[in-house]
């Protein structure tokens, strides 16, 4: 009851307006009945029901005051509590007496559920057993019948098969009865009445019978008189019949004239008969009678082998109707979208729109026309295979050949990508056709008509894939794209090569370069592109990517604005190189696309591999380090200026550009060639040589730089004046001029040289760089500091002098094994700085493996000593004594 009750006060609780009380009560001596009907209601709430027992009690209550009484007065009375006890203990009575009838309810229908449980599970039983016993007994018939253990089953199947043998060769007596009947009618007649009435009253399949039954007339005809059948008459409805043997050539003409009359009868009535079975046919397509075409297609099949009817069906196809003035239409793409077509640098804008048009109606064209032709045609693969090839070799073709034809007219480039586009929305036309299903909707359809789907798409493209036709368009088209994009730049280098002018500059050598010269070359290259019967868009193009012409300003009369090679144009860009891979790899791509098969994507990809190499990285990448090796080379002989090392900047693009090509290689092309391990390897072979040749040409522009700095450094300490170590006793010498003029001049020489190598090297190039200038620096400092005499003051510039270059090589971050060259210098300029008695306590601690110098012997030493002004004194000689 506790539950009951929480329960109902939470729904009164919620309820929005109190219930209103459900009580079937009578107040007898002020006490509420009520039965289980009370409690049984949906909207019994247990706190209306206590509140309806309290005020069952309230009047007895209420009358213990007078009835004019305030409620002040009456709130003083005492509460008098009995008449709700007796009114709750009465309700208490009856809940256990209605709880004592509920439960011996509750007992009564369990009893009742267990004996209705107990009686289900019998019946339950019972039917299982009865089950059982059918399911035995079909199984004993089905034995019997299969004869097991008894030959009634197989005397029933030989009685059936009998009877259905017998049935045939009823229907075979009658239908040669109806033959005989009909020959013997044309033949001595001449009509075919009962022939006719089959016709007119069997409908289609009266039809299908009629057709059988005319050319059994026929074939008959012709072996009764073969003399008839001669050259093509022995052609008739698409079937060729055999002479037979025996004629008799003096038959009487007579003879011969009614079988000839007999046979024109025949073939007029097959004739006529096909006909109307066309007509019939194509009246039931317009109406949509798919059972009436079915009927017409199967008696076809007699006449030709139904290609009739099947030419019927797909010529006068209203696709076909409303399309057959789509070839003598001119293509609607505009000028701005047949520009970006040709442009290689920009996303090319896919296909053109009345092909893509045209395909997307053949999609829904097949589809619907599929539905019809699997319920119109009982051969419908045959069928299906036709109408595609009408699809395909006729609209999609002429329409593919228009725009093909027009994409050539405007560039190389263009006409790739309209037939990488084209194909690659044609592909997709065909798997979706084969994910459709067709005739075998909605499943996939089946291995004929995905073959046929196939082969009509190769066909398509064939023309276009011949050979290496292909390739060779790819090769020319980007032949041409990286000569216009390098063309200032080879004429450039080829006016250096030429001119060969000893320079100071590494960019200068065209410093004498006449713009007749750069006129004629291109008006040289206008030419070659006019011979070649180059497009005038295509022509537009390229002389745009070789800077000829600027779009962005107006054309001169002949096409070409005036350019000019500029020292810019002889440098190596990271723009043109990825500009150039951009081409390559859309080259590539394109080709995996279009490609039939991959058998031959390692033989495109080595040829693709070998134009790669030969333009970006023998015209351009070798070209412009054989130019840096020159100008090094020039520095190196030419000793008596500064070198200029600027060139040196450029080799980081070098560098970046052999990097990309690398990466490129590998990573695109060398895995397309995996295939076949002979052109693989053939390819790596390439690639090794080519890097090789590539690091070469760099270490050599490196070592001559090298050569070519060492040799003005040197140039530099020559210069070195005796009185900078040595100065007169009245020089008035500041601090901060102790520091020598070669030593300044040197160490910003080299520090501007090592800025450049840092900014164009980097990792164990620029380590390796850096080592081998400061060996050599400390290789001519050391003979340099063998070769002056310093006096006491001197000293301190020689002091000054190393530290400003060990403080130089600090600032490279050589390797630690250079470290004790460093000390080795700092110790030199402490053999000029210290007094004899220091020196002689230093020297004795040089040398051995734990002393000040380790690896330096004290002998070494000496040639400095010597170069001390005050070598001659007694302490200086003790030192030079213990050397």
């Known amino acids: 009851m506790a539950n009951s009750s929480d329960s109902a006060s939470l729904v009164s609780h919620q309820s929005a307006v109190p219930l209103t009380r459900q009580t079937t009560s009578q107040t007898v ?52 509590p009995k008449p709700l006890i007796r009114t709750f203990e009465h309700a208490l009575t009856r809940l256990k007496t209605l709880s004592e009838d509920l439960e011996e309810r509750e007992n009564e229908l369990s009893g009742s559920v267990r004996r209705a449980e107990g009686q289900h599970n019998s019946n339950i ?62 033949s001595e007649r001449g009509d075919l009445s009962s022939l006719e009435d089959v016709r007119r009253m069997g ?19 012709q072996r009764l008189d073969p003399d008839l059948d001669s050259g093509d008459a022995g052609h008739t409805n698409g079937v060729r019949f055999t002479e037979t043997n025996g004629a008799d050539d003096s038959e009487p003409s007579g003879r011969s004239t009614n079988a000839q009359k007999t046979r024109e009868i ?10 109307d079975l066309l007509r019939s046919f194509d009246d039931f397509y317009r109406r949509q009678n798919f059972d009436g075409m079915l009927e017409c297609a199967v008696a076809l099949r007699d006449f030709g082998e139904g290609n009739s009817v099947i030419s019927l069906f797909v010529n006068q196809h209203q696709f076909f109707i409303d399309r057959s003035q789509l070839v003598t239409e001119e293509l609607a793409t505009d000028n701005e979208t047949w520009d970006r077509l040709a442009d290689p640098d920009v996303e090319p804008p896919g296909i053109e729109p009345g092909l893509q048009s045209l395909i997307d109606e ?189 779009d962005s300003k107006q054309a001169s009369p002949t096409g070409n604005a005036e350019a000019d090679v500029t020292d810019e144009d002889g440098q190596l860009s990271l723009p043109n190189t990825k500009r150039m891979l951009k081409w ?39 070209t412009a380090l054989d130019a840096a090796n020159e100008t090094a080379y020039a520095a190196e002989q030419n000793s008596k200026t500064e070198p200029d090392t600027t060139y040196i900047t450029d080799l980081r693009t070098a560098v970046s550009i052999l990097h990309l090509m690398l990466t490129t290689i590998k990573m695109l092309l060398l895995p397309l060639a995996a295939t076949n391990l002979t052109i693989r390897r053939d390819l790596e072979k390439r690639t090794s040589a080519f890097t090789d040749r590539m690091e070469s040409k760099i ?12 040799a003005w450094t040197a140039r530099l300490l020559n210069g070195q004046k005796k009185t900078d170590y040595r100065p007169r006793d009245d020089a008035n010498l500041q601090l901060d001029q102790l520091q020598t003029p070669t030593c300044r001049d040197i160490s910003t020489f080299l520090h501007r040289l090592h800025s450049r190598a840092a900014a164009a090297l980097s990792g164990k190039v620029l380590e390796s ?41 600090r600032g490279w971050e050589l390797q630690a094994s250079f470290k004790p060259s460093l000390d080795v210098l700092e110790e030199i300029a402490n053999i000029f700085v210290i007094g004899p008695e220091a020196l002689r306590d230093r020297m004795r601690n040089v040398g051995g493996a734990a002393g000040l110098l380790p690896g330096v012997e004290r002998a070494d030493l000496r040639g400095y000593v010597l170069k001390r002004e005050d070598s001659g004194s007694v302490g200086v000689q003790a030192v030079l004594n213990n050397l």
């Open 699 to 710: 270490d050599s522009v490196l070592q001559r730089t090298i050569d070519s700095s060492l």
């Open 125 to 186: 039983k019972s039917r299982e057993r009865e089950l059982q016993r059918t399911i035995e007994s079909f199984h004993q018939l089905e034995r019997k019948l299969d004869g097991d253990g008894d030959i009634g089953g197989n005397a029933a199947v030989r009685i059936g098969e009998r009877l259905e043998e017998l049935d045939k060769q009823r229907q075979r007596a009658q239908d040669a009865k109806f033959v005989l009947q009909c020959w013997i009618e044309v």
């Open 362 to 550: 053949v999609k829904v064209v097949v589809q619907e026309e599929s539905f019809i032709i699997k319920r119109a045609f009982p051969y419908y693969d045959e069928v299906l295979a036709r109408f595609l090839q009408r699809v395909f070799q006729q609209s999609i073709q002429q329409r593919l050949e228009m725009v093909l034809n027009k994409a050539d007219s405007i560039s190389s480039l263009a006409f790739l990508r309209s037939l990488q586009a084209s194909k690659s929305y044609i592909s997709a036309l065909v798997e979706d056709l084969k994910a459709h299903g067709l005739t075998e909707h909605p499943e996939p359809v089946n291995s004929v008509t995905a073959a046929v789907l196939d082969q009509q798409l190769d066909e398509l493209f064939v023309p276009y894939f011949t050979g290496s036709s292909y390739l060779e368009r790819e090769k020319h088209n980007l032949g041409e794209l990286f000569e216009g994009l390098l063309f200032k730049f080879t004429l450039y280098h080829s006016r250096r090569r030429k001119l060969n002018v000893q320079s100071s500059t590494y960019l200068g050598a065209l410093s004498a370069r006449s713009k007749g010269l750069i006129s004629n070359a291109r008006e040289a290259y206008s030419e070659r592109l006019d011979a070649g019967e180059t497009p005038t868009s295509q022509k537009n193009i390229m002389l745009r990517i070789a800077g000829l012409r600027d």
């Open 584 to 622: 390559l790899a859309e080259a590539v791509g394109r080709g995996l696309e279009l490609a039939s098969s991959g058998n031959d994507t390692p033989k495109e990809v080595r040829e693709l591999l070998h134009l790669l190499i030969a333009n970006m990285g023998e015209v351009y990448l070798e």
């Open 29 to 80: 001596r002020g006490a509420q009945v009520f039965s289980l009907d009370t409690f049984s209601s949906k909207d019994f709430i247990v706190k209306d029901f206590v509140e309806a027992l309290s005020d069952s009690a309230a009047p007895a209550r209420r009358s213990l005051g007078p009835p004019g009484a305030s409620a002040n007065a009456q709130s003083g009375q005492a509460f008098d």
């Open 769 to 809: 760089f850096s080592l081998e200038l400061a060996i050599g620096l400390r290789g001519l400092l050391l003979n340099h500091f063998k070769a002056f005499t310093v006096s006491q003051t001197g000293a301190l510039a020689v002091s000054k002098d190393i530290a400003k270059y060990c403080e130089l090589l």
């Open 203 to 221: 409908a289609g399949e009266g039809k299908v019978r009629c057709a059988h039954i005319a050319r059994q007339l026929l074939k008959i005809s």
């Open 266 to 275: 025949i073939e007029k009535f097959l004739e006529m008969l096909e006909k």
